[in-house]
């Protein structure tokens, strides 16, 4: 039996298909990643599995519970940490978690180990209101508060969004060592560097999903030839390379371009052929495609052009 | 593509050093916000202001813009001085966020011209702006939809164009890219490489590492002081690391 399994799960608000035929599985013990940008579909699909929202069309189950007959089960068993904190801001950060170990049935002290890791590096804020601490420290708090009870499946939505480089490290390291205590995990995030952290990721955008795979298997099936072009006039570059035959297509990346091309082609003959056309102190080189070249390519396929 | 903007009255600038800073510094009560940071941007560059939450970078951008007084230090931004001149500050510099820019129940045109109002444009400059940005955005056809209907993206350029309504000589843009949409981002970029080749100077406060490697040069806020400033290639090097994010990671622990 899957931790979650998701079929052709399909939801409008009014006029707009928030989720178009969504299904996917995830296993026991597997950190699954959702990784798509604002207004993708990402909280939709986790309010309806944790029975918060009806779908218009589909099926799923969580724990191997149906998300509408069996709703009050899965309320036990699930833990959801939604996008927007749901920590009470009034309440101290012991009042918080001792509020959410009662309304589960539980007591802080019965499942102290599976938060132990996480809550010794808040507890000495214990007495501090919820609504005062850092935004990591409202992460931690909040996932620890999500866990109290033990849920066999978290859902965690958008766990890192808006917390600093740090915290959001720290809280993959979490996630890690959660997942070997034989949690599904789903999480989902904007973020398209972490979506190699995940065992599974499925890439989705404006309700549909693009791809699910593993992270290193997607990145390995990127068909065309990509190359990293670096230069001090990226701009100019960028105009120059945009109208080129052999260009499919060309993105600024950072510091330097993205270059897909047509057909195969040398390092050394693109930067020949821009060293002639005035670029000279360009750099080219063949570089494996990363998530966000996957998704970017699959957009356009797509048909997206926000 | 289809970005606009204008060049620069030269004039305006007889140096090209469009922010220059010394020991700036802010100070609430024993707390002390920005330790005396001294940094200098040219013109037409992109310099990413980097931090943690908390690391100082609002209050140091609240000083640049005339809108906070430091406690001490010296410095001028875009030809102006900031402990004496910050209403002309005000007055030449664009700033746009994630939070606040476009007014979302009004009009694409009627947010031109409030802020084209704002900042004393005629009412015959008005027009003129407001068909060129519709033009270069091609927005012409939603010219009088609320901003609220318009996808992000195009939210996000029509701020961006917005903010240099008045033709300024810095645009700061504070968090500017929430959401993260890989797409819009790029689109976004875009833009700013083209304002910034027509020699306007923009300053971008992000807590999003990999944004970082847009800018030509970052800074780096630790605790109120600058603790690394140099290109995102040579402080990958400095810091032996591979990518911004593990820069960061070892300046900030």
């Avoid at chain 1, 132990?116 to 708090?141: C, H, N, T, W």
């Avoid at chain 1, 404006?206 to 701009?235: C, H």
């Avoid at chain 2, 931090?51 to 209050?59: H, I, L, P, Q, W």
């Avoid at chain 2, 993260?180 to 910034?196: H, T």
């Amino acid at each position: 039996m899957k931790a979650i399994s998701i079929q052709n799960i399909s939801k409008w608000y009014k006029d707009t298909k928030a989720l178009d035929h969504i299904s996917l599985e995830v296993g026991r013990g597997q950190l699954f990643g959702l990784i798509g940008p604002d207004g993708a579909g990402k909280s939709t699909l986790f309010r309806i599995l944790t029975t918060l929202l009806l779908a218009d069309e589909g099926e799923a189950f969580v724990d191997g519970l149906h998300i509408e007959k069996d709703y009050r089960e899965i309320r036990k068993r699930v833990g959801y940490m939604p996008g927007r904190f749901s920590l009470y801001q009034d309440l101290s950060v012991e009042e918080n978690l001792s509020f959410f170990a009662t309304i589960f049935g539980t007591t802080i002290a019965e499942n102290y180990d599976l938060i132990k890791d996480i809550y010794v590096q808040i507890e000495p804020f214990k007495k501090r209101l919820a609504g005062k601490l850092s935004g990591g420290m409202k992460q931690k708090l909040a996932l620890s508060c999500a866990l109290i009870h033990k849920p066999s499946v978290l859902f965690l939505d958008e766990p890192t969004t808006g917390v600093d480089a740090v915290s959001r490290k720290e809280f993959w390291d979490m996630l890690k060592s959660l997942k070997e205590k034989n949690i599904a995990i789903l999480v989902s995030t904007p973020y398209m560097d972490e979506a190699t952290l995940c065992d599974k990721i499925a890439l989705i955008q404006e309700g549909k999903i693009l791809k699910i795979d593993e992270p290193e298997a997607m990145m390995a099936q990127f068909e065309r030839p990509l190359f990293a072009v670096k230069t001090n006039s990226t701009y100019q570059l960028l105009k120059h390379l945009r109208v080129q035959s052999f260009t499919h297509s060309v993105l600024p990346f950072g510091e330097c371009l993205h270059l897909v091309t047509t057909e195969a082609l040398s390092p050394e003959s693109i930067q020949e052929q821009l060293r002639s056309q005035g670029f000279i102190d360009v750099e080219v080189s063949k570089i494996r495609a990363g998530i966000e070249d996957v998704f970017l390519d699959l957009s356009h396929k797509a048909g997206n052009h926000a | 593509m289809f970005f606009w903007t204008y060049p620069i009255k030269q004039e305006t600038m007889p140096n090209t050093k469009v922010i220059q800073v010394a020991g700036l510094t802010k100070q609430f009560g024993d707390f002390v916000a920005v330790d005396h940071i001294s940094f200098e941007v040219e013109k037409g560059e992109i310099f990413g202001f980097l931090g943690a939450n908390g690391a100082g970078k609002t209050t140091a951008m609240r000083m640049l813009t005339g809108l906070s007084k430091p406690s001490s230090g010296k410095g001028k931004v875009a030809g102006f001085d900031v402990l004496k001149e910050s209403e002309r500050i005000k007055e030449r510099i664009g700033y746009m966020s994630q939070k606040f820019s476009l007014y979302e129940d009004l009009t694409v045109k009627e947010n031109i011209r409030f802020y084209g109002g704002i900042y004393g444009l005629s009412r015959n400059q008005i027009g003129t702006k407001t068909s060129q940005i519709l033009e270069e955005l091609q927005l012409s056809e939603v010219g009088t939809k609320p901003v609220r209907s318009l996808p992000l993206g195009w939210k996000q350029r029509l701020a961006f164009a917005v903010s240099m309504v008045h033709e300024p000589e810095i645009v700061f843009l504070d968090e500017p890219t929430g959401g993260v949409d890989p797409n819009v981002r790029r689109q976004f970029w875009e833009a700013i490489y083209q304002a910034a080749e027509l020699g306007r100077t923009i300053f971008v406060t992000t807590h999003y590492m990999d944004e970082a490697e847009y800018c030509d040069r970052i800074s780096i806020m630790v605790s109120g002081k600058i603790k690394a400033l140099d290109s995102p290639e040579n402080l990958k090097k400095q810091f032996k690391a591979s990518s911004m994010d593990q820069v960061f990671l070892k300046l900030a622990r």
